[in-house]
Structure formats: structure tokens, C-alpha cells
């Protein structure tokens, strides 16, 4: 390999550093209108009456809307929204009118003019009691939203879906178990906060084209809905999704794009930008779901876990259009990276009047492996078996069964425990920094696949220009994971020529070929088995002319550093753009064309599970990984300072182990956050914290020492053997630091994230525990 698994850099890297690179909210236009969206104070009421007239009158306000108008419904997997709330408000920031003005200021000024009546209903917090039978209704037509075949909502109730997994005979397996050990673990919602908030740019011209700009991360999803809630047809609208400030899924599917068409529509002609300020962001863009899980495993006195029944409830908020396919893979993915021969599984969308749940990083991993991988350790503790023990006892390994019956081949899960252990050092027990401190060390496993309808699809086309440098048209973002730069990689491998040969080209609808989304860790496999598709067409017709010209067999010829050669005489060669428009002949004439690639790529072998048994194949390829923390934590004053953290991830195939790398510290730092210090703080549906004063991200002062490694175990159908790896890499972060923290103070921490308040209130209580035991004796 030439260029796959080198440390290129990326391709981006210099626009980007140096400020070059435009984003949406860097844009303007001339004649440019600025949007702000009139939001609900109520976490749930009926919408007596909005008057609009007081703001419409406002000079420099061009146009101001409500809900009426736009009555569609949409949602990629729950069409369970409008553009704008019509009837009643379901969370405090839901949208209810919006303004395009002349300048912001003027747009805010009119948005305090718009008067809405409210009648308040009784709202729902708890996911729990929103289940129950009596509880009021959210959505009251639930029962005729459209959504995908493989949701399964409950009707007339607030579950939006209820996954079930049946595998074996769970009641036979506890009767065969010596020991039975529950637990239960909960995550709060947490929040994306990307550096770049939710911004859009939209014109709808004279001629009826729509015209959209938006930092999004699925260009042509975007463009598929609103093609349904505006009603008009797909060739009529233009999506350019343009540099992106950070996704990490909260850009997936359609999000502000269209409440700013729905202005647009009303002032056609003229461009307008909607550009969410941090506190909307916090408040009004969408979240990680809030998560209550139960966990009770039957276990034999060998480590063996012989049953397992778990049940998941999750708090998805207000809206459930994503929530509902995060509860799926949550479900089919229940027991984490484990082979068990019974289990009953239960998870829950639930609808609450709290912020809106959406795709976050990990896709719900995270959030069933905080409880999967602490449960792990409370069984190994009850046996008396190490963290290390218990993994390879019961982890996948080739050959395993997955909870969906799926057998398994490639499993390099068991390699990365091993690993990590050594690393760290798991069996040392090192000395605190101060007397009034303990360290402890602590492990977690995860495995992913892409969460991605069945028939997913890609495309990739690539361009051979008359000078032999080439453009690679896709339409997969780059949301900062590098993926650009790897797909650079896998076209330049495969068509043997320099990587700064390539130039990708930013999505655009009417011209880079379809992607279904850039979410799921799939871009590298899915749009790389693309880009290998079409470099491998452009090859062909390059030999094909080649072998011609030459008057040799194709078979006989290869390419390599931007040269096709005949393997039986090194002299005979000639630089591929020679034909980069055609074959010419010697006396001027030519026959064929411009040379042009086409791939398209579709997983194969994956379906939808079985609505009763949740049995079958739902994702296309598995990435297994292991992080491991060791913690200090100041038993004075609960502060658990992480000193270092290990990765070891199985990525099949490293592409660019610098991009690879950036991937793992990244995802570690990230969970490091959501371990001990993210948490949107909720009080009857109003969000207390939205402001980075009061919701804390971690930074590279709060950074530990990093190890990374990484384990290849080829994919038999990824580009080059290569997986997922951007949102595993976050997925066993914060459960590797809670079982660092139980090794260090000996008390578990169960909902995140681990504050110093919770630590030291645990220290606390262990300790008069001990003392009421000793005056006991």
C-alpha cells in the first residue's frame, strides 16, 4: 500500500486553521434577510390565538409566520412535527412563529410583539410516569403519525416505540444460574455543543427554485423532507451543505432548515439566514436522551452470564423522530459485547415536555454501555473474578452469537481487553499524589455497527481532468472526523496516483451524487466501497484505451504514480492523462469520451428484525474497543482528576492512522466530559443551565495522558478490511472512569455524571456504614 494506512495530512487542514474556510453564518448575500423564531415559555399548552400584527407592522420586519400555513408533518423515521407548533406547545423553546427582518436587532424587537395565548396543560417529566396508562397525552395522534415499517409505536399512549428482543428461554437460564445480580443505572440528557450552532441559509427564487445553505451532515435527507413538507418536487431544490463546525449526529436529518425555507417561501427573491445563538442551541436544538435502565443477570460460579433480562427507558423528549430509531439500536444491541444464551430485552421511546432527543455520538451506546460495563464489573466482584476475567469469559469472539442471533466472524474484542489491560497496567496499584488521595484503575468494553436503515446507499463519482489530477465528487460531510481525507486515500490507492492529486468536492445536490447520511460511522465503509467502485470503473476505461493504444491486452497493464505500463515492457508506458478526454488516433480522430468513474455501494445481507423476537442481521459490520482509566480522587473533597487513559480499538483496517487516532482522543475526551461534567440540569422543563458558564466541557487543561493503540481485523467486505471507529471511540469513556472510580474509593457511582458532590456524599455514607457495622460487632 502506497497511500492507504500513511500518515497523510488532511485535506482540509490549511483552509481550516488559517480562516479561510467560509461557514454558513459567514455568509452574506446581497439583500440578505436575518431570521428569529418566536419560542414557546411552556413546557405544554394549547395555543389559544397568536397575534402577529403589532411585529408585521414593525418597519424593517419583511415577513412574519406561524404554524397555520405549513401543516405537513415530517420525520425521517417519526413524522411527528410540523415546521411550527399549530395547536399546542410540547417543551419550553418549541417554535411558534418566526420573523425575517432587515437585521437581527429588528427581528428580535418584533419578536417581543408577537402575542401568543397559552391555556397550560399538565406536563410530563418522568418517562416513567409518562408511560403509565393515566398520563396525559403528548401526542394525541400518535396513532396516525407516518413512521418507518420497523418502529413499533404503542398507539393511544406516550411510547413512540417499544422494541422487543426475545432470545432462548430467559427463566430457563435464571433457574440454571447460581447467582442473580441486578442493577440499575441512569444518564441524564446531555447536550452536542458543537462549536458551530444550527445555521441556515435559504432562497426560494421568482421561478419557484429552493435554494438552501446549512451546516448539516445529510444533505440529501434534508433535501428528501422538505421535498415532503413544502410539497415540491426534489429537482426543484438545490441543498449545498457547506464547511461544518462539528455535528456529532445533532446535524442529522432535518433540523432549523425548515423553519427558514417556510420564510423563505413567504419572501421569495431574497436570501435568509437563520443562525441559532448559544442559549437556543442549549435550549431549542436537539439532545441526548435522558436514560433509565434495570439490568438483572442469572450467573453461573464459572463467570458464565447464562440469562439476562434488561429493560430500557428512555426520556426522548418533546419530539421523537430520531429518538425512536436510537431506541431500536439500543434494543438489538442490549447486552453489549457479550455472548448470552437468554435474553429479554424491553426498551422504550418515551415522549416527556422536555427538550427534544436526537442522534448523539454513539447513538445510544454510550448511554446502555455507563450501565452494561459497570454491571460487568459488580458481577466479576460477586465471583471474584477480575474485570479482565469476566470479559473474556463472556465476550464475542469468532463464532459467537450476537442477542440477534447474528454468528459472528473477525471478533478481534477479546485482543483489545488484553491489550488495554497491559497497558495500563491494570494489576499495579500505583500511589496517590497526596496522603488525602486514592488512585484507582478501571475498564470498559463496546461494540457498534452503523445504525442505518437496511438499504442504506452511497455513491461516488470521480472525474479524470486533462492535467491527470482527479475530482472525487461525494456528498458524505465532513463533520471534522476527516473522512474526506480518507476517501482521498482510497481514490488515490486504487487509481495509483499522489493523494494531492485528488480534490473532494463539498456536497451539493444537483451535482455530487447521492449519500443517504454521513451518521453511523459509515462514511469510510460505506461511500469508501463507492469510491473503490468508481476509481476501479475509471481504471477500466483508461486500460481499456491503453490496451488499444498500445495494441496489447488489458490484462497486461497496470497503473501505478500516475503512469499506465505494459508489465511485458517497461518502456511502453504513457501518462494517464493522455486520455483524459478519449482515445485520439494519429491521424486526429478519437472514439469514447472524458473519462468518468461511477460507484455505488449498498450493504448487503442486512434486513429488518423480527417485530416480536427483535431477531436477524441489523447492521452490516461490528467495531469492537476498550478504553481503560486510572482516577485519583481527593477523599476530601470528591474530585476524581483522571491521570490516564488507554484505547485499544479493532478498526479492521487503519486508513490514516493520524485521522484514526484523532478519532479515539477525541472520543475519550468527549465521554471524559459526559463522565464528570456534562448534565442538562431540568426543572419542570426549563433548561437551568444554558450557557458553557454553567454547562462545563472538558479542555485541554481537564486532558489526561493518552494511550492509543489499535487491533486490524480485516472486514471481509470494508474498504481495504476498514470499520467505524468515530462513534465507538466515545461509546466506553465514561463507564471505564466510574469502574476506575469504584476501584479507587469503593463505592459505585450509578447516574452521571460522577460531580464531586456525589463522590464525596458516597464517601461519606460508605464511611457510616463501616462505623455502624464496627459499633454493630
Known amino acids: 500500500m502506497k497511500v492507504v494506512g500513511k500518515r497523510v495530512k488532511r485535506i482540509d487542514a490549511v483552509s481550516k486553521v488559517t480562516g479561510e474556510a467560509k461557514y454558513v453564518d459567514d455568509m452574506k448575500f446581497e439583500g440578505m434577510l436575518y431570521a428569529k423564531i418566536k419560542r414557546s415559555p411552556y413546557p405544554h399548552a394549547k395555543i389559544l390565538n397568536i397575534d402577529t400584527s403589532k411585529a408585521e407592522a414593525l418597519p424593517g420586519v419583511e415577513a412574519v409566520i406561524t404554524g397555520k400555513d405549513f401543516p405537513n408533518t415530517t420525520g425521517l423515521y417519526m413524522a411527528d412535527r410540523t415546521v411550527f407548533a399549530i395547536d399546542k406547545v410540547r417543551y419550553i423553546g418549541d417554535a411558534v412563529a418566526a420573523v425575517a427582518a432587515e437585521s437581527e436587532e429588528i427581528a428580535e424587537k418584533a419578536l ?3 402575542e401568543v395565548e397559552y391555556e397550560e396543560l399538565p406536563a410530563l417529566f418522568d418517562p416513567i410516569e409518562a408511560m403509565k396508562e393515566d398520563a396525559p397525552l403528548i401526542h394525541e395522534n400518535l396513532h396516525e403519525y407516518d413512521h418507518a415499517v420497523f418502529i413499533h409505536p404503542v398507539p393511544h399512549t406516550n411510547i413512540s416505540e417499544h422494541f422487543k428482543l426475545r ?8 433457574k440454571e444460574a447460581d447467582y442473580i445480580i441486578e442493577d440499575e443505572f441512569s444518564v441524564p440528557m446531555v447536550h452536542h455543543v458543537p462549536l458551530e450552532t444550527h445555521t441556515a441559509i435559504a432562497k426560494m427564487s421568482l421561478d419557484g427554485q429552493l ?5 448539516c451532515q445529510s444533505p440529501f435527507a434534508v433535501r428528501q423532507l ?4 413544502f410539497d415540491i418536487p426534489l429537482n426543484k431544490i438545490t441543498v449545498k451543505a457547506e464547511y461544518i463546525g462539528g455535528g456529532f449526529g445533532g446535524k442529522a436529518g432535518l433540523q432549523i432548515e425548515p423553519m427558514v425555507v417556510a420564510l423563505a417561501m413567504t419572501v421569495p427573491g431574497r436570501y435568509i439566514r437563520l443562525t441559532y445563538t448559544r442559549e437556543e442551541e442549549f435550549q431549542a436544538a436537539v439532545n441526548r436522551q435522558g436514560l433509565r435502565a434495570k439490568y438483572k443477570s442469572g450467573v453461573r460460579k464459572d463467570g458464565k452470564i447464562v440469562a439476562q433480562e434488561i429493560t430500557y427507558i428512555w426520556d426522548a423528549g418533546a419530539y421523537n423522530d430520531y429518538g425512536v430509531n436510537i431506541v431500536k439500536t439500543a434494543g438489538y444491541s442490549c447486552s453489549g459485547p457479550y455472548e448470552i444464551e437468554n435474553v429479554k430485552a424491553d426498551s422504550y421511546c418515551v415522549y416527556t415536555n422536555h427538550p427534544v432527543g436526537c442522534a448523539y455520538r454513539g447513538f445510544g451506546m454510550c448511554e446502555i454501555h455507563w450501565g452494561i460495563e459497570q454491571h460487568m464489573d459488580n458481577i466479576a466482584e460477586k465471583l ?11 465476550g464475542l469472539k469468532d463464532g459467537s452469537l450476537t442477542v440477534t442471533n447474528e454468528r459472528l466472524q473477525d471478533v478481534g474484542y477479546i485482543k483489545c481487553v488484553e491489550r488495554v489491560a497491559e497497558l495500563l497496567e491494570l494489576d499495579k496499584k500505583d500511589a496517590p499524589s497526596k496522603p488525602y488521595k486514592v488512585r484507582g484503575k478501571g475498564i470498559a468494553g463496546a461494540y457498534k455497527g452503523p445504525s442505518t436503515p437496511p438499504a442504506a446507499a452511497s455513491s461516488a463519482i470521480i472525474y479524470l481532468l486533462e492535467d491527470g489530477t ?3 465528487q461525494v456528498s458524505a460531510t465532513d463533520i471534522g472526523q476527516g473522512s474526506h481525507t480518507a476517501l482521498a486515500q482510497i481514490a488515490a490507492e486504487e487509481l495509483g496516483i499522489d493523494v494531492d492529486k485528488i480534490h473532494v468536492s463539498v456536497p451539493n445536490t444537483d451535482y455530487t451524487p447521492y449519500e443517504w447520511q454521513t451518521v453511523g460511522s459509515r462514511t469510510t465503509y460505506s461511500t469508501g466501497n463507492a469510491v473503490i467502485r468508481a476509481a476501479r470503473d475509471l481504471k477500466r476505461q483508461l486500460l481499456e484505451y491503453a490496451a488499444e493504444d498500445f495494441n496489447v491486452n488489458i490484462e497486461d497493464l497496470y497503473i501505478e504514480d500516475g503512469f499506465i505500463y505494459s508489465k511485458k515492457d517497461k518502456n511502453l508506458k504513457k501518462d494517464i492523462k493522455d486520455y483524459a478526454l478519449g482515445l485520439v488516433y494519429s491521424d486526429g480522430s478519437g472514439r469514447g469520451g472524458p473519462v468518468i468513474g461511477k460507484g455505488i455501494f449498498i450493504p ?6 423480527d417485530p416480536e423476537t427483535g431477531q436477524g442481521r441489523p447492521v452490516n459490520h461490528w467495531t469492537f474497543g476498550v478504553h481503560g482509566a486510572e482516577v485519583e480522587v481527593d477523599l476530601e473533597t470528591g474530585e476524581v482528576d483522571v491521570i490516564k487513559m488507554v484505547s485499544v480499538f479493532d478498526v479492521g483496517r487503519v486508513i490514516n492512522p493520524d485521522t484514526c487516532e484523532g478519532q479515539l482522543e477525541g472520543g475519550l475526551i468527549q465521554g471524559m466530559g459526559t ?7 431540568l426543572k419542570d422543563g426549563k433548561l437551568l443551565n444554558p450557557s458553557f458558564v454553567d454547562y462545563k466541557i472538558p479542555t485541554a487543561m481537564d486532558c489526561p495522558e493518552i494511550i492509543t493503540e489499535f487491533v486490524e481485523t480485516p472486514l471481509k467486505d470494508g474498504p481495504y478490511g476498514a470499520r467505524g471507529i468515530g462513534e465507538p471511540a466515545m461509546i466506553p469513556a465514561a463507564p471505564a472512569i466510574a469502574n476506575a472510580v469504584y476501584d479507587a474509593i469503593g463505592v459505585r457511582i450509578t447516574s452521571l455524571p460522577i460531580t464531586a458532590e456525589k463522590v464525596l456524599k458516597a464517601i461519606k455514607e460508605k464511611r457510616a456504614n463501616e462505623e455502624k457495622e464496627k459499633n454493630n460487632k
Not at 435554494?211 to 451546516?215: F, G, H, M, P, R
Not at 463522565?675 to 440540569?681: F, P, Q, T, V
Request: cysteine-free.
Open 112 to 114: 417581543e410583539l408577537i
Open 167 to 174: 432470545k432462548g428461554d430467559v427463566e430457563k437460564g435464571f
Open 384 to 394: 471474584g473474578l477480575s474485570p479482565v476475567e469476566i470479559r473474556k469469559i463472556n
Open 675 to 681: 463522565a464528570l461534567m456534562e448534565e442538562m440540569i
Open 226 to 229: 422538505l421535498g415532503h413538507v
Open 211 to 215: 435554494e438552501v445553505i446549512s451546516s
Open 604 to 609: 448487503e445481507g442486512v434486513t429488518n428484525l
Open 470 to 472: 482527479v475530482n472525487l
